[in-house]
């Protein structure tokens, strides 16, 4: 059974930064598979931010590009979302997702396993 278990969110004033980790168990960045984030802000539809591959390839949506990181520990078998230069609109539910289809791409529908979420409080 895969679990995916987001930690790291939390009330940050803008221009802080956070570390968000995302630790899997029943699942591991293995050839073909796929790790990464989403994020959910209020009132609006979740949104893709960034992807990871077993081979180290990463995907950042347009909107991140340049503040986000997204990083892995194989042997800890855990992801990570690096975020700098917090703004107000960075305030959501970030989610960690996974797929087994050697997709990194921003389609929700292609990822298999998701976690709980951890929120994320931009104060101005």
């Known amino acids: 059974q895969v679990q995916l278990a987001e930690s790291g969110g939390g009330l940050v004033q803008a221009g802080g930064s956070l570390r968000l980790s995302c630790a899997a168990s029943?699942?591991?960045?293995?050839?073909?598979?796929?790790m990464g984030w989403f994020r959910q802000a209020p009132g609006r539809q979740r949104e893709f931010v960034a992807a990871i591959a077993w081979n180290s390839a990463t995907n950042y949506a347009d909107t991140v590009q340049g503040r986000f990181a997204i990083s892995r520990d194989n042997a800890k078998n855990t992801i990570y979302l690096q975020i700098s230069s917090l703004k107000p609109e960075d305030t959501a539910v970030y989610y960690c997702?996974?797929?087994?289809?050697?997709?990194?791409?921003?389609?929700?529908?292609?990822?298999?396993?998701w976690g709980q979420g951890t929120q994320v409080t931009v104060s101005s």
């Open positions: 997702a996974a797929n087994t289809r050697t997709y990194y791409g921003p389609a929700e529908s292609q990822y298999e396993y």
């Open positions: 029943g699942f591991s960045l293995i050839s073909g598979n796929i």
